[in-house]
C-alpha cells in the first residue's frame, strides 16, 4: 500500500488513480435537494473539505511516493500562492483558501 491510502480511508475517503491527474478521492455524495442549512454543514464537513483540497493538488505533488517527499512537494506547492492575510477595513479578493485561490484561476498552479 502507498503511504497515503491508510491516511485516506481512515478518514472515511476513497482513492483512485487517474492517468493524467494522478491519484484523487471521492467527494462524498450529497442530496442536493436538501434545505439549505444541510448543504452548508455538507460543504464545509471535514470530508469533504480535505476531498476537495486534495483533488486541487497537482500530480507532481500528489503522485509522489513517500510521506517526507509528499511534504516537500507539497511545500513547494503551496508557496506559489500568495499569502494574504485579513487587513482591517481591505476586503481581499478571497477568503485566502487555496480552495478560493483555484476557484478564480490559481495562479496557473491548479491541477
Known amino acids: 500500500k502507498q503511504w497515503y491510502q491508510r491516511r485516506v480511508r481512515g ?7 487517474s492517468p493524467r491527474l494522478g491519484i484523487r478521492v471521492t467527494v462524498p455524495k450529497f442530496n442536493y435537494k436538501a434545505q439549505k442549512l444541510y448543504s452548508t454543514a455538507y460543504d464545509n464537513s471535514f470530508g469533504v473539505r480535505a476531498a476537495r483540497l ?4 497537482p500530480k507532481r505533488v500528489n503522485s509522489v511516493t ?29 477568503s485566502n483558501s487555496l480552495l478560493d485561490w483555484c476557484a478564480v484561476g490559481g495562479q496557473g498552479v491548479c491541477a
Open 66 to 94: 513517500s510521506l517526507e517527499s509528499f511534504k516537500v512537494a507539497l511545500g513547494d506547492f503551496i508557496s506559489q500562492f500568495p499569502d494574504k492575510p485579513p487587513v482591517s477595513g481591505y476586503t481581499p479578493p478571497n
Open 11 to 17: 478518514i472515511g475517503l476513497e482513492p483512485y488513480t
Open 54 to 57: 486534495w483533488n486541487l493538488l
